[in-house]
């Protein structure tokens, strides 16, 4: 049998123990089984009583079946069996006995509670120094209960009868008589200093840690405060409501919280995540206060109007209750944001952050990509990053577009969705999960700039594409010329020239007497010729051959073709052959028109790359007044400019001539 | 003469060599790419090498290039380059460059006397560049350029010797006596500061780099 087995054996023991004696308690109580303590407790005490010892029994069951080795499922288990061992039933200890016992150990019930906030949540004090002030606190309890057994005072009230087993001891009288009584200030103080202990052992790991330690300190801390405030509340309410209520209410409630501990304890260990423990410390805060002011306030007006109108008017009640009754939503209110900004102060900044820049973008200074940065500092994650989710690709992308793979940080991913369909996803340091208020806050904020942005970066990427695709749709048309012209050159063309070869040599191999073929074949060989240079010209239309040569070639051989004279200043380097292309077509269209239509005398050509960027202008002398016209040459024109992201104006003056300008990038 | 013939077109090739097999030349090898030709010109050293511009692989300039390793590896091997259409960039370079090459549209073919003489002309040491090139080296002409003080009879004279024609030749085609175009072409030389040189070869060399020079592109 492992280690691990048998301290799983132990807990199951103990737990059985404690429910064995709980068990033969509860008979006493119910007078099954003769005993004189049992006199002492009402009945319906005994579901309270059950509570308070099967919750810490239950949970340190629980904890110590899945992980032995836990110092704290130790204490609840043996805290619990302690309480029930020595006030429950009496079993080992007769009536006298049995009573004193139960007077001493009375701290017992604060002492498991007390220890678990020293170790909690994972089993270690927080330093050496706080090993002492354990150690200190445990001391003061065992002293405080072994004094309290010596105590050789006799029982009062029901119990005064049943002769006190210690009257007479020797120890019990010296103490008593000697003033090392006095020790007892000392143990009570170390008893309460104990606890003022465990409230700041709690309040300094909430500070030091972080993540899931911190919310399951959290989970105690809520539990644990419910004491003093419980406390509290009772005290106050049988200060206003009267005596009676205090046997009546503070006793169950003491034990309750007992029980509350023990089950903050186990959710702490298991289900930490599962409940938003910040939320529920806020709404605590908040009700608790609301509650104490509320109590004060109907406690000063109704002895203020006592001491006006009387007491024990029912107008005094009436009108304290009205006052009551008007403070309590502007109160709550106030108190809500109070308890915000002290204990939620993180979500709060958070989402006023994203508020923030909500704002900014309403105003345009921001656009809502940019939120990616906004949702780290509000987050307080610098290591955040927003993907935007692309419903076409079926894929997230990050802000730029870029389409993000599976994910190799061990970052947690929390998805923002709007109506059911996903927007965006947040990769964010995992300790974030366990602060849902924060994080559900900033994001529920976000949501609406964070569906902007996705809508945004989802246009800008479709926009890219369709310009990508037009590029590439001109490209293709480049490259189509391209074929054609080769096409017409080395197919028909050479057909031509061969068959004009075959007819001269047919005629040179004529008989003489057949000479008079001879100027009908120099005819047709002549049609052959023009047919060839027809061909030529229509390829060179398609698309020239020199712009193999570059633009500026190119350029030159298209003025010396024209009728008017053309000024050519053309750089002689050579830029992507498309572009090249895209220029020389506009060229030669704002050409044909100078020509054709413009009644130029003579046409300027220039050209000059600046800045990764062809400037080429055609300006002539003509009479202006030209439009681009949809459909029609420049227009064309314009869209195929435009495909290589590129841009062509027309400035035509009326009488003042035509100036063709384009601007196409050109990355070297 | 001793000519090989490098043409993809099948068609063509063998009529350019039945054309040249016709008026007495040997052809020696007819191949269809620019490796085989370099193969065969190292193998038979002809004295004339047609070579088509665009063949396989690429169907780009391999023939020009080919032309251009020729001159490198086979000085005496002259080279007379054919294509579809005027493309120039190497044309004018090795027609300057040096004697026995050649650069003519295909179509020139078909006007099978004047192709005959451009091929003995060029196996002969001489040159021939197509009209269609030269009419880009001569138009248009710039303000102040020295060109431009040339008659029209002497820019048209100026043309055709820079095709690379004789004295004779030229006379021929103008219908002028070759007194004439001895006049002629003294004046143009003057006119334009070249050396007044009595070899043709030379002289056409002189005219071309200075049109090249001249010629914007």
């Known amino acids: 049998m492992s280690v691990m087995q048998g301290l799983r054996l132990a807990a199951v023991g103990i737990a059985a123990g404690t429910c064995v004696l709980l068990v033969l308690g509860i008979l006493q109580v119910f007078g099954l089984i003769d005993s004189i303590n049992a006199d002492e407790i009402p009945l319906w005490m005994v579901p309270f009583i059950v509570v308070a010892l099967l919750a810490p029994t239950a949970v340190g069951l629980a904890i110590a079946i899945r992980q032995p080795r836990n110092v704290i499922a130790w204490i609840l288990l043996v805290g619990a069996f302690a309480i029930v061992a020595l006030t429950g039933p009496d079993l080992i200890f007769t009536d006298g006995w049995a009573l004193q016992v139960g007077r001493a150990t009375w701290p017992l019930l604060y002492a498991w509670p007390i220890a678990v906030t020293y170790v909690f949540p994972n089993g270690r004090f927080l330093s050496r120094r706080w090993r002492y002030i354990g150690a200190a606190g445990a001391l003061s309890f065992v002293g405080f209960m072994a004094m309290a057994m010596f105590d050789p005072e006799p029982f009062y009230g029901e119990d005064a009868s049943v002769p006190n087993p210690m009257a007479g001891n020797a120890v019990g009288e010296w103490l008593n008589d000697s003033g090392v009584g006095l020790v007892w200030v000392v143990l009570w103080v170390g008893i309460l200093g104990s606890l003022v202990a465990g409230a700041l052992a709690i309040r300094m790991r909430l500070r030091r840690s972080s993540g899931v330690e911190r919310l399951q300190t959290l989970w105690l801390a809520w539990a644990g405060a419910l004491i003093p405030l419980g406390l509290l509340l009772c005290g106050l309410s049988s200060f206003v409501l009267g005596d009676s209520l205090v046997d009546w209410v503070l006793f169950p409630f003491l034990l309750l919280m007992e029980a509350a501990v023990a089950a903050a304890v186990g959710l702490a260990v298991s289900r930490h995540g599962l409940y938003t423990i910040e939320r529920l410390v806020n709404r605590t805060a908040v009700y608790a206060a609301l509650t104490v002011l509320l109590i004060a306030l109907y406690a000063g007006s109704a002895l203020s109007l006592g001491v006006v109108i009387g007491g024990g008017s029912a107008w005094v009640t009436a009108l304290a209750t009205l006052a009551v009754a008007v403070a309590f939503r502007p109160l709550r209110s106030r108190i809500q944001d109070l308890v915000d900004r002290r204990y939620a102060r993180a979500r709060y900044e958070g989402v006023r952050r994203v508020r923030g820049f909500e704002d900014e973008v309403r105003d345009g200074r921001r656009a809502p990509e940019e939120i990616g940065p906004v949702l780290r500092e509000a987050l307080g994650d610098p290591g955040a990053d927003v993907h935007f989710w692309l419903p076409s690709a079926g894929e997230f ?272 | 003469m001793r000519i090989v013939i490098a043409e993809d077109a099948v068609l063509l090739r063998e009529g350019l060599a039945g054309l040249l097999e016709d008026a007495g030349h040997d052809v020696v090898a007819r191949v269809g790419d620019a490796e085989s030709l370099l193969a065969v010109v190292a193998e038979h050293e002809p004295d004339l090498a047609i070579v088509d511009v665009r063949m396989p692989p690429t169907y780009e300039d391999e023939g020009m290039l080919a032309a251009v390793e020729m001159r490198r590896l086979h000085p005496r091997t002259a080279v007379l380059v054919l294509s579809q259409h005027v493309e120039s960039r190497h044309a004018v370079e090795l027609v300057g460059s040096g004697n026995g090459f050649g650069y003519l549209l295909k179509d020139r073919v078909l006007e099978v006397d004047d192709f005959l003489e451009a091929v003995e002309r060029v196996s002969g040491g001489g040159s021939a560049l197509d009209p269609e090139v030269v009419k880009q080296l001569l138009a248009p002409p710039g303000e102040g350029d020295a060109l431009a003080s040339l008659t029209p009879r002497e820019r048209e004279v100026l043309g055709l010797m820079a095709e690379g024609r004789t004295n004779g030749g030229i006379a021929r085609q103008l219908w002028l006596t070759e007194k004439t175009v001895e006049t002629h072409v003294s004046s143009i030389l003057g006119k334009l500061g070249l050396a007044q040189d009595g070899d043709t070869h030379r002289r056409v060399m002189a005219v071309v780099t200075y049109l090249r020079r001249a010629a914007p592109a």
């Open chain 1, 397 to 668: 992308c990050d802000v730029s577009g870029a389409v993000v793979t599976a994910q190799a940080d061990d970052r947690a991913r929390t998805e923002v969705e709007r109506d059911g369909v996903s927007v965006a996803a947040l990769l964010h340091d995992p300790a974030l999960l366990e602060r849902q208020d924060l994080l559900r806050g900033v994001l529920d904020a976000s949501r609406l700039t964070l569906e902007m942005a996705r809508l945004r970066v989802e246009l800008r990427l479709q926009l890219a594409e369709v310009e990508a695709s037009r590029t590439r749709i001109v490209e293709a048309g480049y490259e189509e010329r391209r074929r054609l012209e080769r096409d017409l050159h080395d197919g028909a063309q050479q057909r031509l020239v061969s068959l004009g070869v075959q007819i001269r040599r047919l005629q040179r191999t004529l008989p003489k007497d057949a000479a008079i073929l001879g100027p009908t074949l120099d005819k047709i060989v002549d049609e052959v010729g023009a047919a060839i240079a027809d061909l030529r010209q229509i390829a060179a239309g398609v698309r020239p051959a020199r712009l193999d040569d570059g633009l500026a070639a190119a350029l030159r051989d298209l003025a010396r073709s024209s009728p008017i004279p053309v000024d050519v200043s053309v750089p002689a380097e050579r830029v992507p052959t498309s572009v090249e292309a895209a220029a020389y077509f506009v060229a030669c269209e704002a050409l044909t028109n100078a020509v054709k239509y413009a009644s130029a005398s003579k046409v300027a050509v220039r050209a000059v790359r600046e800045n990764g960027t062809l400037f080429v202008s055609i300006a002539d002398d003509g009479l202006g007044g030209a439009v681009v016209r949809r459909g029609r040459g420049l227009a064309g024109l314009e869209d195929r400019v435009a495909a290589h992201g590129g841009t062509l104006t027309v400035v035509s003056p009326r009488g003042g001539g035509t100036r063709v300008e384009v601007a196409i990038p050109c990355e070297s």
